[in-house]
């Protein structure tokens, strides 16, 4: 094994790359992007459509193995290619799609919020009587940092919908947001990173806090839910799976994403291996390393926007300071992300 397909070329597939580098293997990063933040920092770069099959056999063609930053691929160009996708193609069809991974959840017994499907203005009406309001109406595909998502509490606080797959949840009053990555090798073996704990702003990750503040009970469910579903969609790789903690001590699924997760990037300065090390590992058949948190406390804040022009804020002692490399800044865009450790007494 020597090179490692890399799908998708944001600040995640960067820091594969970068991991990547460090355990001595070459990358190769396919996305559509024209000069993408990844290219940089990968042995080759293909800007090419996810549809255009012809680069993607080519690509698939150069390296040992394909993995991917960014789920939201469209599979069935993947289907068709001879060399390994970890995670695959069937476990993507399931984490890029809310009614599927919620409907493969609870068949698995594991708690989310009661939902329905929506295709309709018909099936939204009934969906809200029988799951109750209010709630929150969410496009079943493409949907992140809070876009495709419309809190409603009648039928009539719904936009008018282009057609596609809705889903339709009932409002979860949680008392906390917290989420788990796991890394699953090719042979099955399982590795956890603790339950972290996620403050948003704007629908956006602001800050994420390890450990989260939570019982050792519940941190066990927690991570009892992400082996669960990492197995069950049988991962080679990562999946992170965010999770709301209700008042009463429920643990219920929100959302998967079988890659590096935004919630993750505090193991890069705060922990003995980091997501991205483990990633690489996890596809590559190498032994998973056992996560340990290096300091008492690890808080990651994401530079959202404007905020990386006030990077000499954040320069004090135990902060580590990322940035993406991102050439403009956009409200909302994620352009960098400071690690602060609190050491242990
Ligand atoms: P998602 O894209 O599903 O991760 O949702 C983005 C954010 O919206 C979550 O992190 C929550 O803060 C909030 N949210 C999503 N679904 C629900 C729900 N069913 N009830 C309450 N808040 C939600």
Not at 273 to 288: D, H, N, P
Not at 296 to 321: F, R
Request: hydrophobic letters at 40%.
């Amino acid at each position: 094994m020597t090179t490692i397909g890399i799908l998708g070329a944001g600040q995640l597939g960067k820091m594969l790359a970068e991991a990547a580098a460090e355990l001595g293997f070459k990358t190769h990063v396919f996305a559509p992007d024209a000069d993408p933040v990844a290219a940089a920092a990968a042995t080759h770069f293909t800007q090419a459509d996810y549809e255009d099959i012809k680069a993607l056999q080519k690509f698939a063609a150069s390296v040992d193995v394909i993995t991917l930053e960014f789920e939201n691929v469209p599979v069935a160009p993947l289907k068709k290619l001879a060399t390994p996708i970890y995670p695959s193609p069937a476990a993507l069809e399931i984490s890029q799609h809310r009614v599927r991974e919620k409907t493969l959840a609870n068949s698995l017994g594991i708690e989310t919020a009661p939902f329905a499907a929506v295709r309709s203005p018909e099936e939204l009406r009934r969906a809200m009587e029988t799951v109750g309001v209010p709630g929150i109406l969410k496009t079943c595909t493409l949907g992140y940092d809070g876009k495709g998502q419309w809190k409603v509490a009648t039928p009539a606080d719904a936009p008018p919908l282009p057609p596609g797959d809705y889903i339709y949840e009932g409002f979860v009053q949680f008392d906390k947001e917290i989420s788990v990555i796991v890394a699953r090798g090719t042979g099955g073996e399982i590795q956890c990173f603790e339950p972290v704990e996620n403050m948003h702003r704007n629908h956006i990750l602001h800050t994420t806090t390890a450990p989260a503040n939570i019982s050792a009970e519940i941190a066990a469910k927690a991570i009892h839910t992400a082996t669960t579903l990492a197995n069950a969609l049988e991962v080679a790789g990562l999946l992170a799976v965010e999770m709301f903690i209700t008042r009463d001590g429920h643990v219920l699924m929100n959302e998967m994403a079988p890659r590096p997760h935004n919630s993750g990037h505090w193991t890069l300065d705060g922990c003995n291996v980091s997501q991205f090390e483990q990633a690489i590992r996890a596809v590559t058949g190498m032994k998973l390393i056992a996560p340990k948190r290096t300091a008492e406390k690890v808080v990651m804040t994401n530079l959202i926007g404007d905020e990386v022009n006030h990077l000499e804020s954040w320069k004090k002692p135990g902060a580590h300071i990322h940035m993406y490399g991102k050439k403009e800044s956009r409200p909302g865009r994620k352009m960098g992300h400071v690690t602060i450790l609190s050491p242990r007494d």
